[in-house]
């Protein structure tokens, strides 16, 4: 229990930053909601769908290969040969995406914005230039630089999108401080709109390079070909797994406002129903936290563990506190939906896709749970079974996409990508109980699971006017589910002198 103590204490320090962060920028989307209609959002939203695929091509899986190697043998070694790869690779991959940003940018329908793809390119570079040194400071158990560095980016970020969005937006129309516009004339341009978002997300990188930049004092250029080729055989799987997840993820984004009917949705158009599906895709973003900042700790605990003859009753009580958080979190959102469509979207319009969430939500826990089962094939060097299985999803997902988009729109979207996180999960179980069998509880996980969709949708059933007395009956839900967990798990949750004292806990 200790170990398991230990790999909570981690998460909850990575999830300081991870949590508080993404609740930051959850709070943007009310912003961002607030500022711009949904057709204005829309090159955000497809422009970071493909962000997600080029951000595996930058990192290309040298993340996973550098804990797989530097925890073993000389860290600064594949530290210093990792980072100056990354380096050399995403100047070269910037300057030619940079260079047919006009044809690209025309080719996704966006003309004469090619300035956003380029600063998204820049904020990409820098981003998976920072991934090594990032993940140095997991290696060497340091969470608090980590938190340190990512809560002032994030900060930085949301401060130069209250900047652009707000202040100078409003002088410049001239709300307030109009002594002001002149200057501000010279640094706000209403033409870029939702382009801020990106800029914002650029300068917030550009601040990590001096934030990070002890990380870089001792880091010394050098490329060995002999070496890299060893950790490029067993990164490439993984970028490849990396790439088909990543498609798996976002193929939605992608395919929704090329393949959806004309007036599909009563007078909207695709570009609307495409800046409604990504916002409301955001409110699942709880989940995402619980999952990253469990990613953070886990990964290079995994690998640390491998060798321990206790492993697999460890990864065990992993999964199972896992799923009873993500469940947890599952539950909290679902139910508190009319909350946040009250607070968070601030036009009627976005509310018509809020019905996606609970779907995508328990989307993401099933992705989750596919990381946890990962672990047999990551410690294995099996990393091969893992391009199969995410290649399985990323074919679901393009085919059911292309089949259900017309049928159901962006609910099509949200039933493909909760398939496809099922498939993965499933068949990674299956065959990680054929070639490195874990003792995993599947009862417990199957009930938590039923027993908080079963919750979710008799709830979805009852309407409440009033936003007060839903927010109490669904804390009253929530508590009751929890108290029901703590009797369930009454063995590892409650001392043994409490549950002497009281027979029904023994």
């Known amino acids: 229990m200790s170990v398991l103590k230990k790999l909570a204490g981690e998460t909850a320090l990575y999830g300081i930053s991870t949590i508080v962060g993404r609740s930051l920028n959850f709070l943007l989307v009310g912003i961002h909601t607030k500022v711009f209609l949904p057709e204005e959002l829309s090159v955000n939203t497809e422009l970071y769908g493909w962000l997600s695929i080029a951000a595996v091509l930058y990192t290309y899986g040298m993340e996973t290969t550098f804990f797989r190697f530097a925890s073993k043998e000389n860290k600064m070694e594949y530290y210093n040969l990792i980072l100056s790869a990354l380096i050399l690779t995403s100047i070269i991959l910037s300057i030619i995406l940079i260079s047919f940003s006009t044809p690209i940018m025309n080719m996704l329908g966006y003309p004469d914005q090619e300035i956003f793809m380029t600063w998204l390119v820049m904020a990409l570079a820098i981003d998976s230039v920072m991934a090594i040194p990032f993940a140095r400071l997991r290696l060497e158990k340091k969470p608090l630089q980590f938190v340190k560095a990512r809560m002032i980016n994030i900060f930085i970020n949301i401060f130069f999108n209250v900047f652009f969005l707000i202040f100078c937006k409003d002088i410049y129309e001239g709300k307030y401080l109009t002594f002001l516009k002149p200057l501000i004339s010279h640094i706000y341009f209403p033409e870029i709109g939702a382009g801020y978002i990106i800029l914002a997300n650029l300068i917030a990188n550009i601040f990590l390079i001096p934030l990070l930049w002890k990380l870089f004092s001792d880091f010394h250029f050098r490329f060995d070909f002999t070496v890299f080729k060893k950790l490029w055989e067993y990164g490439y799987p993984i970028m490849i797994m990396g790439l088909a997840s990543t498609i798996n993820g976002r193929t939605d984004i992608l395919l929704l406002k090329h393949i959806l009917p004309d007036n599909f949705y009563p007078n909207r158009t695709a570009e609307q129903a495409l800046g409604i599906y990504g916002n409301c895709y955001k409110l699942s973003i709880f989940m995402l936290v619980a999952i990253n900042a469990f990613k953070f700790a886990a990964e290079p605990f995994f690998f640390s563990k491998a060798e321990d003859r206790n492993s697999p009753k460890i990864f065990s009580n992993v ?188």
């Open 319 to 506: 999964m199972k506190w896992f799923i009873i958080v993500c469940v947890f979190l599952w539950l909290l959102v679902s139910l508190n939906l009319d909350f946040l469509d009250a607070f968070l979207l601030n036009k009627d319009i976005y509310s018509e896709g809020i019905g996606v969430v609970p779907v995508l939500l328990l989307a993401n826990l099933f992705l989750g749970i596919y990381y946890n089962l990962s672990v047999w094939f990551k410690t294995t060097d099996r990393t091969y079974f893992g391009t199969l299985i995410t290649f399985l999803g990323a074919g679901l997902t393009i085919i059911l996409n292309l089949l259900l988009i017309p049928v159901l729109g962006y609910m099509g979207c949200a039933y493909t990508f909760l398939i496809s996180c099922f498939a993965m999960m499933a068949v990674c179980y299956l065959l990680g109980q054929k070639f490195a069998p874990m003792p995993y509880d599947t009862i417990s996980a199957f009930g938590y699971i039923a027993s908080a969709g079963l919750l979710i949708y008799f709830n979805s059933q009852i309407h409440i006017s009033n936003l007060f007395v839903s927010i109490v009956y669904h804390l009253t839900i929530l508590t009751l589910y929890i108290l029901g967990i703590v009797l369930v798990e009454r063995k590892t949750v409650i001392p043994l002198k409490i549950r002497e004292k009281y027979a029904f806990l023994r």
